[in-house]
Protein backbone atom coordinates (compact mmCIF):
# COMPACT_ATOMS: atom_id res chain seq x y z
CA UNK A 1 0.00 0.00 0.00
CA UNK A 2 1.66 3.11 -1.18
CA UNK A 3 2.86 5.10 1.76
CA UNK A 4 4.63 8.61 2.08
CA UNK A 5 7.72 7.75 0.62
CA UNK A 6 5.67 5.94 -2.45
CA UNK A 7 3.64 9.29 -2.73
CA UNK A 8 6.65 11.85 -2.46
CA UNK A 9 7.81 9.85 -5.93
CA UNK A 10 4.59 10.05 -7.61
CA UNK A 11 4.72 13.78 -6.45
CA UNK A 12 8.14 13.97 -8.07
CA UNK A 13 7.45 12.57 -11.23
CA UNK A 14 3.96 14.66 -11.78
CA UNK A 15 6.61 17.74 -11.02
CA UNK A 16 8.92 16.81 -13.25
CA UNK A 17 6.99 15.40 -16.20
CA UNK A 18 3.67 16.90 -16.48
CA UNK A 19 3.81 20.51 -15.12
CA UNK A 20 3.09 23.99 -17.64
CA UNK A 21 1.46 21.50 -20.03
CA UNK A 22 -2.09 22.77 -21.30
CA UNK A 23 -4.50 19.73 -21.01
CA UNK A 24 -6.20 19.14 -23.58
CA UNK A 25 -7.96 16.00 -23.43
CA UNK A 26 -9.71 14.28 -20.16
CA UNK A 27 -10.38 9.91 -20.64
CA UNK A 28 -12.00 9.19 -17.59
CA UNK A 29 -12.60 6.12 -18.55
CA UNK A 30 -13.62 4.29 -15.14
CA UNK A 31 -15.84 6.85 -13.09
CA UNK A 32 -15.29 4.59 -9.93
CA UNK A 33 -12.04 6.43 -9.54
CA UNK A 34 -13.61 9.94 -9.17
CA UNK A 35 -14.28 11.59 -5.84
CA UNK A 36 -16.91 13.68 -5.59
CA UNK A 37 -17.30 14.81 -9.31
CA UNK A 38 -18.11 13.04 -12.43
CA UNK A 39 -16.30 12.37 -15.63
CA UNK A 40 -18.35 15.19 -17.83
CA UNK A 41 -17.38 17.87 -14.63
CA UNK A 42 -13.99 17.05 -14.43
CA UNK A 43 -13.10 17.31 -18.03
CA UNK A 44 -15.01 20.58 -18.38
CA UNK A 45 -13.18 22.30 -15.35
CA UNK A 46 -10.00 20.56 -16.89
CA UNK A 47 -9.45 21.69 -20.53
CA UNK A 48 -7.04 24.03 -21.65
CA UNK A 49 -5.93 24.85 -18.02
CA UNK A 50 -2.50 23.73 -16.66
CA UNK A 51 -0.88 21.76 -14.08
CA UNK A 52 1.00 24.60 -11.79
CA UNK A 53 2.63 22.95 -8.75
CA UNK A 54 2.52 19.92 -7.04
CA UNK A 55 2.01 19.56 -3.13
CA UNK A 56 2.41 16.59 -0.78
CA UNK A 57 0.56 15.61 2.85
CA UNK A 58 1.03 12.30 4.02
CA UNK A 59 -0.78 9.98 1.78
CA UNK A 60 -2.38 12.17 -0.64
CA UNK A 61 -1.46 14.30 -3.41
CA UNK A 62 -2.28 17.73 -4.62
CA UNK A 63 -1.92 19.27 -8.01
CA UNK A 64 -2.47 22.70 -8.42
CA UNK A 65 -4.10 24.39 -11.67
CA UNK A 66 -3.61 27.68 -12.93
CA UNK A 67 -7.25 28.24 -12.58
CA UNK A 68 -7.18 27.90 -9.10
CA UNK A 69 -8.54 24.10 -8.61
CA UNK A 70 -6.42 21.35 -7.58
CA UNK A 71 -6.43 17.51 -8.33
CA UNK A 72 -6.34 15.45 -5.17
CA UNK A 73 -5.22 12.32 -5.79
CA UNK A 74 -5.23 9.03 -3.19
CA UNK A 75 -3.69 6.12 -4.16
CA UNK A 76 -5.20 3.19 -1.71
CA UNK A 77 -3.79 -0.02 -2.22
CA UNK A 78 -2.29 -0.68 -5.77
CA UNK A 79 -2.58 2.93 -7.24
CA UNK A 80 0.51 4.94 -9.18
CA UNK A 81 0.94 7.79 -11.83
CA UNK A 82 2.48 6.81 -14.64
CA UNK A 83 3.59 9.58 -17.82
CA UNK A 84 4.82 9.30 -20.92
CA UNK A 85 4.23 10.60 -24.56
CA UNK A 86 0.80 10.55 -25.96
CA UNK A 87 1.65 7.77 -28.65
CA UNK A 88 2.98 5.28 -25.84
CA UNK A 89 0.73 2.85 -24.79
CA UNK A 90 -1.34 2.97 -22.40
CA UNK A 91 -0.99 0.97 -19.31
CA UNK A 92 -3.12 -1.90 -18.38
CA UNK A 93 -5.35 -1.04 -14.99
CA UNK A 94 -5.57 3.05 -16.73
CA UNK A 95 -8.82 4.55 -14.74
CA UNK A 96 -7.76 8.08 -15.92
CA UNK A 97 -5.72 9.83 -18.42
CA UNK A 98 -4.92 13.22 -18.51
CA UNK A 99 -3.56 14.85 -22.21
CA UNK A 100 -0.74 17.46 -21.73
CA UNK A 101 -0.43 18.08 -25.75
CA UNK A 102 2.36 16.07 -26.59
CA UNK A 103 2.52 13.78 -23.21
CA UNK A 104 0.18 11.94 -21.21
CA UNK A 105 -0.24 11.64 -17.46
CA UNK A 106 -1.94 8.41 -16.61
CA UNK A 107 -3.79 7.28 -13.12
CA UNK A 108 -2.99 3.97 -12.92
CA UNK A 109 -4.77 0.89 -10.41
CA UNK A 110 -5.21 -2.36 -10.56
CA UNK A 111 -7.46 -2.69 -7.30
CA UNK A 112 -9.57 0.30 -8.11
CA UNK A 113 -9.30 1.76 -4.50
CA UNK A 114 -7.45 4.50 -5.29
CA UNK A 115 -9.40 8.29 -5.89
CA UNK A 116 -8.85 11.37 -8.27
CA UNK A 117 -11.14 14.60 -7.20
CA UNK A 118 -10.83 18.40 -7.95
CA UNK A 119 -10.84 20.54 -4.77
CA UNK A 120 -10.88 24.48 -4.51
CA UNK A 121 -8.62 24.40 -1.64
CA UNK A 122 -5.87 21.96 -0.99
CA UNK A 123 -5.13 23.61 3.01
CA UNK A 124 -9.27 23.30 3.24
CA UNK A 125 -9.70 19.77 1.97
CA UNK A 126 -6.32 18.77 4.29
CA UNK A 127 -8.38 20.06 7.43
CA UNK A 128 -11.11 18.36 6.10
CA UNK A 129 -9.52 15.19 6.54
CA UNK A 130 -8.12 15.52 9.19
CA UNK A 131 -4.49 15.27 8.29
CA UNK A 132 -2.07 15.65 10.86
CA UNK A 133 1.43 17.01 9.98
CA UNK A 134 3.38 15.39 8.03
CA UNK A 135 5.99 13.05 8.83
CA UNK A 136 8.94 15.03 7.10
CA UNK A 137 7.96 18.00 8.47
CA UNK A 138 8.14 17.17 12.48
CA UNK A 139 10.77 18.31 14.30
CA UNK A 140 11.65 16.25 17.34
CA UNK A 141 9.47 18.57 19.91
CA UNK A 142 6.94 17.56 17.40
CA UNK A 143 7.15 14.26 17.90
CA UNK A 144 7.87 14.34 21.47
CA UNK A 145 4.50 16.65 22.19
CA UNK A 146 2.32 13.73 19.63
CA UNK A 147 3.83 11.41 21.83
CA UNK A 148 3.00 12.95 25.07
CA UNK A 149 -1.00 13.47 23.93
CA UNK A 150 -0.80 10.04 22.75
CA UNK A 151 -3.25 7.32 24.24
CA UNK A 152 -2.51 4.96 21.68
CA UNK A 153 0.49 2.48 21.49
CA UNK A 154 3.58 3.68 19.91
CA UNK A 155 3.25 1.97 16.31
CA UNK A 156 -0.35 2.81 16.66
CA UNK A 157 0.17 6.59 16.95
CA UNK A 158 2.96 6.11 13.93
CA UNK A 159 0.59 4.92 12.46
CA UNK A 160 -2.53 7.67 13.38
CA UNK A 161 -2.65 9.68 10.36
CA UNK A 162 -4.67 12.35 12.16
CA UNK A 163 -1.63 12.38 14.57
CA UNK A 164 1.58 12.19 11.95
CA UNK A 165 0.72 11.88 8.36
CA UNK A 166 2.13 9.65 5.83
CA UNK A 167 3.47 6.45 7.68
CA UNK A 168 1.36 2.95 7.49
CA UNK A 169 2.50 -0.21 8.62
CA UNK A 170 5.26 -1.45 6.30
CA UNK A 171 7.35 1.67 7.68
CA UNK A 172 5.93 2.29 10.70
CA UNK A 173 7.88 -1.50 11.60
CA UNK A 174 11.14 -0.65 9.88
CA UNK A 175 11.23 2.74 11.98
CA UNK A 176 10.69 1.01 14.85
CA UNK A 177 13.10 -2.02 14.03
CA UNK A 178 15.52 0.47 13.27
CA UNK A 179 15.33 2.64 16.21
CA UNK A 180 15.00 -0.48 18.19
CA UNK A 181 12.12 0.08 19.99
CA UNK A 182 9.29 -2.18 20.76
CA UNK A 183 6.26 -1.39 18.88
CA UNK A 184 3.83 -2.49 21.34
CA UNK A 185 5.07 0.10 24.25
CA UNK A 186 1.85 0.73 25.69
CA UNK A 187 0.21 -2.87 24.72
CA UNK A 188 -1.58 -4.48 27.64
CA UNK A 189 0.68 -7.77 27.60
CA UNK A 190 4.89 -7.23 26.81
CA UNK A 191 5.29 -11.16 27.01
CA UNK A 192 3.34 -12.46 24.01
CA UNK A 193 5.21 -11.56 20.62
CA UNK A 194 1.79 -12.06 18.91
CA UNK A 195 -0.01 -9.87 21.53
CA UNK A 196 -2.50 -7.98 19.81
CA UNK A 197 -2.29 -4.08 20.75
CA UNK A 198 -4.09 -2.43 23.30
CA UNK A 199 -5.80 0.51 21.64
CA UNK A 200 -6.36 2.48 25.20
CA UNK A 201 -2.67 1.74 26.27
CA UNK A 202 -0.31 4.56 26.09
CA UNK A 203 2.98 5.29 23.92
CA UNK A 204 3.94 7.93 26.88
CA UNK A 205 6.51 6.04 28.15
CA UNK A 206 9.32 6.68 26.20
CA UNK A 207 12.73 8.49 27.44
CA UNK A 208 14.60 11.27 26.11
CA UNK A 209 16.99 9.38 24.61
CA UNK A 210 14.40 6.67 22.96
CA UNK A 211 12.50 9.22 21.73
CA UNK A 212 15.10 11.18 19.97
CA UNK A 213 16.56 8.04 18.43
CA UNK A 214 12.57 7.42 17.07
CA UNK A 215 12.74 11.02 15.55
CA UNK A 216 16.07 10.16 13.66
CA UNK A 217 15.08 7.12 12.62
CA UNK A 218 11.80 8.33 11.43
CA UNK A 219 13.52 10.91 9.38
CA UNK A 220 16.32 8.89 7.63
CA UNK A 221 13.72 6.12 7.34
CA UNK A 222 11.55 7.72 4.61
CA UNK A 223 14.23 9.99 3.25
CA UNK A 224 16.74 6.55 2.42
CA UNK A 225 13.20 5.20 1.08
CA UNK A 226 12.53 8.04 -1.45
CA UNK A 227 15.89 8.10 -2.58
CA UNK A 228 15.42 4.17 -3.20
CA UNK A 229 12.20 5.36 -4.83
CA UNK A 230 10.16 3.46 -2.44
CA UNK A 231 11.73 -0.11 -4.24
CA UNK A 232 12.18 -2.72 -1.60
CA UNK A 233 15.07 -4.38 -3.79
CA UNK A 234 17.50 -0.86 -3.57
CA UNK A 235 16.60 -0.23 0.01
CA UNK A 236 19.54 -1.48 2.58
CA UNK A 237 20.21 -4.83 3.08
CA UNK A 238 20.29 -4.68 7.30
CA UNK A 239 16.69 -3.61 6.97
CA UNK A 240 13.65 -5.05 8.18
CA UNK A 241 11.33 -4.58 4.68
CA UNK A 242 13.05 -7.68 3.32
CA UNK A 243 12.02 -9.89 6.21
CA UNK A 244 8.14 -9.46 6.27
CA UNK A 245 7.36 -12.45 7.21
CA UNK A 246 6.49 -14.28 10.10
CA UNK A 247 9.49 -16.55 11.52
CA UNK A 248 11.95 -15.05 9.25
CA UNK A 249 15.85 -14.36 10.28
CA UNK A 250 16.54 -11.11 11.79
CA UNK A 251 17.88 -9.00 9.47
CA UNK A 252 20.61 -8.09 11.72
CA UNK A 253 21.12 -12.10 12.41
CA UNK A 254 19.68 -11.44 16.19
CA UNK A 255 16.55 -13.72 16.00
CA UNK A 256 13.03 -14.56 14.75
CA UNK A 257 11.22 -11.88 12.94
CA UNK A 258 7.31 -12.08 14.74
CA UNK A 259 4.00 -11.10 13.31
CA UNK A 260 1.25 -9.08 15.58
CA UNK A 261 -1.91 -7.30 14.97
CA UNK A 262 -1.55 -3.07 14.54
CA UNK A 263 -4.49 -1.59 14.18
CA UNK A 264 -6.28 -3.77 12.40
CA UNK A 265 -3.11 -5.41 10.17
CA UNK A 266 -0.47 -7.56 10.32
CA UNK A 267 2.50 -6.00 10.89
CA UNK A 268 6.71 -7.40 12.21
CA UNK A 269 9.36 -6.86 14.51
CA UNK A 270 12.04 -8.68 15.70
CA UNK A 271 11.73 -9.18 19.65
CA UNK A 272 15.32 -9.64 20.22
CA UNK A 273 16.53 -6.42 18.72
CA UNK A 274 13.50 -4.25 20.10
CA UNK A 275 13.12 -4.04 23.74
Keep these: MPELPDVEVFRRTVAHSSLHRPITGVDARDPQVLDGISARRLTEELIGVELAATLRRGKQLYVRCDSGAALAMHFGMTAY ?4 ATADPTPEHTRLTLFLDDRRLAFVDQRRFGRVGLVDDPDRNIEERGLGPDALDLGATDLQAIL ?3 RGSLVATLMDQSSIAGIGNIYSDEILFQARLDPRAGARDLT ?6 DPQ ?19 RVLERAIEAHAQPDRMPRGWLIHAREDGAPCPRGNGTVRR ?12 DCQR
Design 192 to 197: DAHARL
Design 201 to 219: APARGLTDAESGRLHRQLR
Design 260 to 271: YSASGRHAYWCP
Design 148 to 150: DGS
Design 81 to 84: VDPG
